[in-house]
């Protein structure tokens, strides 16, 4: 499909600002290909979304490993990620981590059973992961210019 418009100034400068839009069947089909488009993974086509749950797990031990807070949680479901959160310069955990679950129906389960449970002598906190990024501005006590 052509548009034509007449050679003036205008019709020049409307036409080089314009940001073409996609058309609807270009468009990816899953978040894999384009995780910018969709919030969770899912079949755009049919309307299917599978949520993911991301789990806080807190007061760790100092020796627990990936493979075995995997194992923990592997019993209630497939875990999908693990992420045991180290120092940066030593590399020593920092006695927290995260586990996602592709499945909020077994994610709950785990956080109900495990939370508290003691590993290596510490109750760990076991609670969905809060996403982050919707933190209120602190206010500053710093009085106002005018």
């Known amino acids: 499909m052509t548009i034509r ?4 100034g205008l019709a ?3 036409i080089l600002n ?5 058309h609807p069947e270009h468009q990816p089909a899953s978040s894999d ?10 079949d755009v086509a049919t309307g299917e979304r599978h949520l993911r749950m991301n789990i806080y797990i807190g007061n760790l031990a100092n020796n627990i490993t990936e493979d075995r807070l995997k194992a923990l949680f592997a019993e209630f479901g497939e875990v999908e990620h693990v992420k045991v959160i180290k120092d940066r310069f030593s590399g020593t955990p920092k006695g927290y981590g995260f586990i996602e679950m ?8 785990a ?3 495990l939370n508290g449970n003691r ?3 510490n ?3 076991v609670r969905p992961a809060d996403p982050g990024g919707k933190r209120k501005k602190k206010r500053s006590l710093r009085r106002k210019r005018y």
């Open 123 to 125: 109750a760990i906190k």
């Open 119 to 121: 590993i290596d002598g």
């Open 111 to 113: 956080i109900k059973a």
């Open 12 to 14: 020049k400068n409307i």
């Open 33 to 42: 290909s384009n995780p910018l488009l969709f919030g969770a993974a899912g």
């Open 18 to 22: 314009t940001i073409p839009i996609a």
């Open 5 to 8: 418009l007449p050679p003036s």
């Open 102 to 109: 592709p499945s909020n129906s077994e994610a709950d389960q």
